[in-house]
């Protein structure tokens, strides 16, 4: 009874330091889940927030790159047809004021010629003129104003020429608005590849950035779910030992201090015990009994090396070889 009694002792403390470890090592898992989580739902916010946020979220600045992109192409689109339409316009203007210029060029020619040989005639005096007049029943009259005609025909010229050199200008003036504009054209279209180029690049790494913050966000998603998961298997551990280990904590030294009082007083009912007479005939009987064939010589002197020999079963002889201090030796 003593050892059941010392055995059940070890088992209580065995269960006493089990139940305080077992208490610290899962009180101390779910406040660590529990700061976890907090960390981890800040980082749910803060991934989904640079995700979905309604002005900076990556899914804005996509949009609006993809806008920017649709109409950095609508622009060109529009820019490249406006300026070909242009263009085709110019063309179609240098080619009427080439067109007027070989035109009154030509008309130029043959008045300057016809005037020219005016006043040469003019110059050798009308009675050339008269003479023909009157030798050529058909002739026109003499009486018409040959100067006159040539002062006219001197205005006419001018007048002509006036018209070629501003068709001239004209000319000059379309090459001139048509190399500026096409020059602004390349400009213009330099500058929308330029920044074409530059918001597929944004867009594109924005479209990675998105799919690891997605990734990110659902990994985190599912730690945090994990993390929920350990944390309430920790409270449902602490649930569990909980009556077990309170009932332990609770009566450990009450348990302890009763098995001291009735282990006492076990010994002491032992001490009585062997004390008694009856305990004591006993006790010599069982030792008689353990000699055996033994009995005589040992019950007559158990220090005797008749005794021991016969005990160790050998001859006295061979026992007192090694024992030479014992009695009867």
Not at 4 to 24: L, P
Request: hydrophobic content about 35%.
């Amino acid at each position: 009874m003593v050892d059941v009694i010392a055995e059940e002792g070890k088992a209580d403390k065995k269960k006493f330091n089990w139940c305080a470890k077992e208490r610290a090592d899962q009180t101390e898992t779910r406040n660590l889940k529990r700061k976890q989580i907090i960390g981890l739902e800040k980082d749910i916010n803060k991934l989904d927030a640079s995700i979905n946020d309604k002005k900076s979220g990556m899914l804005v600045q996509i949009q609006e790159a993809e806008k920017t992109l649709d109409e950095n192409d609508s622009s060109q689109t529009s820019e490249t047809t406006e300026r070909t339409e242009e263009n085709v316009a110019y063309q179609a203007d240098v080619a009427n004021l080439v067109k007027a210029e070989s035109i009154l060029t030509k008309a130029l020619k043959v008045l300057e010629t016809y005037y020219a040989e005016l006043e040469k005639k003019l110059a050798a005096g009308e009675a050339g003129l008269l003479q023909k007049s009157s030798e050529d029943p058909k002739a026109p009259k003499t009486d018409f104003n040959a100067e006159g005609q040539s002062k006219q025909g001197g205005d006419v010229i001018g007048m002509l020429t006036f018209i070629l050199t501003e068709t001239q200008k004209e000319e000059s003036t379309a090459h001139a608005d048509e190399e500026k504009a096409q020059a602004s054209y390349e400009d213009s279209m330099t500058a929308l590849k330029k920044e074409q180029a530059e918001t597929e690049t944004t867009l594109s790494k924005l479209q990675e950035k998105l799919a690891k913050a997605q990734a990110d966000l659902l990994s985190t998603k599912e730690d945090k779910k994990n993390t929920i998961a350990d944390k309430e298997a920790a409270k449902a551990v602490l649930a569990r030992i909980k009556p077990g280990c309170d009932f332990i904590k609770s009566n450990f030294k009450t348990r302890n201090a009763n098995r001291k009082t009735e282990t006492d007083a076990l010994n002491k009912a032992v001490d009585l015990i062997k004390a008694t007479p009856a305990y004591k005939t006993a006790m010599n009987a069982a030792k008689v009994d353990s000699y055996g064939d033994c009995k005589a010589p040992c019950t007559k002197d158990e220090a005797h090396a008749e005794c021991k020999a016969c005990m160790a079963d050998v001859t006295i002889p061979a026992f007192c070889a090694g024992h030479k201090d014992t009695k009867g030796c």
